[in-house]
């Protein structure tokens, strides 16, 4: 359990720095000469200027996952592992290593999404590229019915039908 209860802005530069440099709050906290979590969470609930300097922490953290993930790809130091089968030794793929790999790729590039999405989440693609006009009349007849009538305007659409009243 941590001492630290008092804020300083020392406190917040080496918490800022730990976070931007792609540390954890949790792993951060985790050391006996660092404030906890709830101390941490009270500070940036009370210190606007924590606060923001926390917020700019977090997103150069996304930048430091990033930096991480290409590093985690190019490492192939674990990939292959030899192995003994009868007299004769070979080399094979060590599939628990490569999969570890990816899973922790795959953690850091759903953080850094959310972290700062407009640089690292996903683009959405809104761009209608179908037609109405391949759907028959009738069918879209049918659809338009269909919804006039949950609107509870069945009938009275496009003049056909309509009972003007006195």
Known sequence: MSGVSTYTEEMADK??????????????????????KATVFKWLAENTAFSDKYAL??????????????????????????????DAAGWVENGEALRRSQ???????WMASKLKPKKYGDRLDLNHSGSIAS????????????????????????????????
């Open 135 to 166: 759907i028959p009349d009738d069918a879209l007849d049918a659809r338009l019915l269909k919804l006039l009538g949950k609107a509870g305007t069945a009938g009275t659409a496009g003049g056909e039908g309509e009972e003007e009243e006195s």
């Open 103 to 109: 899973l922790r790729i795959d953690a850091r590039k």
């Open 15 to 36: 918490i800022c720095e730990r976070i931007a440099d792609g540390e954890s709050l949790k792993a951060i906290c985790e050391d006996d000469e660092m404030p906890s």
């Open 57 to 86: 922490a977090r997103e150069a953290q996304s930048d430091a996952l990033f930096d991480d993930i290409l590093s985690i790809a190019d490492d192939a130091r674990n990939d292959w592992m030899e192995r003994n089968f009868g």
